[in-house]
């Protein structure tokens, strides 16, 4: 018979997995609609859609991950499943830092305007430069998301099976990783960050000397902005909450590992969310969606 935890597990994975596979799923869809009809996608785009295939991914493995660990874990082989998919859910959070640092590269570059040689080349190059940072965003993620040195047991207490990780890690190792993986991509998000907030205080001062000055560059500076600041905050969150479940030791038995877990099945559809409202192309193509036009 299913524990109470077990019960919200499967409660929240019926109604987790849905909802980010519909919301990430439309993401792709508009632009493979668009891809289609052979309009070309622009810069940033290119990054959403990216964006929506990670989440895709990621709500697939979170899925099966979450399963596992509830109901798998007597299996001979859990032990490799339960590291594999650990792997692929940092993975997931690190190609999340980098694509959000690609997408506020990209928002800086279209939205900012500064004298600097560098901004000026990197801006008339923007459409060059995206496809190789989106590469490079995903060969850093493979390469510092290699497994770490696991020594794993699995213990059986009272009729529950528990995971227990004791983990033993290379310290310079682990700094790299970190430092790549998700203080490096966070940096670069921060500074597109303040770039686009001094830019948004200086549009706001000149339309306050001229009403009619530049209202649509206003509203994209804001929608950026928002959308720069909740991507990296969920990022954070998604990193705090999946470094947090790997302390040892790990039982899934517990009312704190399971908020944690119900929060990881969250984010795929967070972020997607945020892409939405943050992009006018997919907003319109939702509201659509919700209300037809007759």
């Not at 929240?12 to 596979?21: A, D, N």
């Not at 632009?31 to 785009?45: N, R, T």
């Not at 692929?88 to 506020?104: D, G, M, P, R």
């Not at 119900?262 to 969310?273: D, E, F, I, K, R």
Request: charged share 10%; aromatic share 10%; with cysteine.
């Amino acid at each position: 018979m299913l524990s109470a935890l077990q019960v919200i597990w499967t409660v929240m994975l019926i109604v987790t997995w849905p909802c980010g596979t519909i919301l990430n799923s439309s993401i792709i869809a508009v632009y493979l609609s668009d891809w289609k009809k052979g309009v070309k996608l622009g810069e940033c785009d290119q990054i959403s859609l990216s964006m929506g295939c990670t989440n895709l991914l990621l709500q697939c493995f979170i899925t099966l991950g979450v399963a596992f660990l509830s109901y798998g874990l007597h299996l001979p082989f859990a032990l490799k499943v339960s590291l594999a998919v650990g792997n692929i859910y940092w993975f997931s959070v690190y190609l999340s830092f980098w694509l959000t640092a690609v997408l506020s590269t990209c928002y800086c570059l279209r939205l900012v305007n500064l004298s600097s040689t560098l901004f000026i080349h990197l801006k008339r190059r923007l459409s060059v430069v995206v496809t190789p940072l989106l590469l490079w965003s995903v060969a850093i993620s493979s390469i510092i998301s290699v497994p770490l040195n696991w020594a794993s047991a699995i213990v059986t207490d009272q009729n529950t099976t528990m995971m227990h990780y004791n983990i033993s890690v290379n310290v310079v190792y682990l700094i790299l990783e970190t430092a790549f993986g998700i203080c490096l991509p966070s940096i670069v998000t921060s500074i597109c960050i303040v770039l686009s907030l001094i830019s948004l205080l200086r549009h706001i001062r000149r339309m306050k000397q001229n009403t009619q000055f530049g209202s649509p560059k206003l509203k994209n500076l804001i929608r950026a902005c928002r959308t720069m600041f909740l991507l990296m905050a969920l990022n954070f969150l998604f990193f705090l909450i999946i470094f947090s479940s790997m302390v040892p030791p790990y039982s899934g038995d517990t009312i704190w590992q399971t908020v944690m877990f119900s929060c990881v099945m969250l984010n795929p559809s967070g972020q997607a969310v945020v892409l939405i409202f943050g992009n006018s192309k997919l907003l319109s193509a939702w509201s659509i969606t919700l209300v037809p036009q007759g």
